[in-house]
């Protein structure tokens, strides 16, 4: 108890606020965002990212379109409402959470057709915070299923950061780890620090140590060590987008992480909430991978670190293949192999048949 939550995202009613993501741990600063333009950048540049993060803020972007058109008359409305989507729509292609948050303010606009300006703005300003409200108790949900999978004594790898700021609060990923801590186990968190953007080391690290959770950080090329001398019994990490047969797509280095656990038989669990599963994706292979600026990798905040000219790759996930997956924790319980039957038995009716 003691500190205030975090809140990652907020909607303000004429704007939407975030924690600047680009700017921790040095700095705890919030970014208003009054115009769809800067949610879009926003979400491009990182200053929010994560999946139930960047899907809850491109649904208040769509409100803030709506309420910025709102005085225009209904058309206007609607109008604002499509080009947000598809200006939103193109800021990052792999986590499926934008996708998913764009299409629920697409639909309620819709619904609410005929309404008139007004109340079409109003009724998207309620199902963006609908969104949000959803996002925290989807996540304290997969905290208390997935907090039973970790024992006293249990040294936790993750990956990346799937913690509070990845989503509107709580946390997926971490959350599970914050569950069990919040349950009285005792657990040491192993934090990758997830080059080349440094989520872990920037992101991650700090919230752990908001929480008062006891973590050592690791460089990522140090993880098979750790393991191969007893200190990681469990690795849990979070997803951008996972396939209907349990294929995972999440933060680059994570497929590294899954193929260590098998060699060295620690359980490798994801935990993501349902929205982060796409139902029309049949495997891995069609999952699209973000490819990101080179510079990301040669550069660390402007400071060269590699010979100028030098060429880079900068793949921004990876996916790794169902097999080496132990489990996946969602809110509405935690999937087991075979996964595809196992996250086909819990789709949300609302999913299904919506191919087109
Ligand atoms: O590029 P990022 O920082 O948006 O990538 C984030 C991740 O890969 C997370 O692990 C994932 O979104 C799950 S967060 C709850």
Redesign the pocket.
């Known amino acids: 108890m003691g500190k205030p939550e975090i809140k990652t995202v907020e909607w303000h009613g004429d704007s939407v606020w975030l924690i600047d993501q680009t700017l921790l741990p040095a700095q705890l600063a919030i970014v208003k965002c009054r115009t769809v333009v800067q949610v879009a950048h926003a979400i491009k540049s ?1 200053q929010v ?4 993060a ?1 899907g809850v803020t491109a649904a208040m972007g769509v409100a803030l379109a709506a309420h910025l058109a709102s005085p225009d008359g209904e058309a206007a409305v609607h109008t604002a409402v499509d080009a947000a989507c598809r200006e939103l729509g193109v800021t ?1 292609p792999t ?1 499926v959470n934008l996708f998913w948050g764009l299409e629920r303010m697409r639909s309620t606009a819709e619904e609410l057709r005929g309404a008139g300006g007004a109340a079409v703005a109003a009724g998207l300003a309620a199902a963006a915070e609908q969104l949000a409200a959803e996002d925290e108790a989807t996540c304290r949900a997969m905290g208390r299923h997935g907090a039973a999978l970790l024992t006293d004594g249990d040294g936790v790898l993750t ?4 913690g509070a700021l ?2 509107v609060t709580y ?3 971490l959350g599970v780890v914050r569950a069990a801590h919040e349950a009285g186990r005792d657990i040491h968190v192993w934090v990758d620090e997830t080059r080349p ?1 440094l ?1 872990g080391a920037r992101l991650t690290a700090w919230e752990l140590q908001q929480l008062g959770i006891d973590s050592t950080l690791i460089t990522d090329n140090m993880a098979a060590h750790f393991m191969s001398q007893g200190h990681i019994q469990k690795i849990v ?4 987008r996972i396939a209907a047969n349990g294929d995972v797509a ?2 680059i280095g994570t497929y590294a992480l899954a193929v260590l656990a098998a060699h060295h038989g620690i359980p490798f669990y994801v935990g ?1 909430p349902l929205s982060t599963v796409d139902w029309e994706v049949p495997d891995g292979a069609a999952i699209p991978i973000e490819e990101r600026d080179p510079d990301e990798v040669t550069h660390l905040r402007g400071a060269p670190l590699a010979p100028d000219g030098m060429a880079a790759a900068h793949p ?2 990876d996916v790794t293949p169902h097999t080496l997956i132990s489990a996946i924790i969602t809110e509405a319980g935690v999937l087991r192999p075979p996964l595809a039957a196992s996250l086909a038995a819990v789709r949300p009716a609302a999913t299904a048949g919506s191919a087109t």
């Open positions: 990182m990212r994560g999946a139930p960047i990052r986590a990956h990346c950061n799937a990845a989503a946390g997926t990923a953007f989520q990490v979070g997803a951008d999440n933060k993501a921004a996930f």
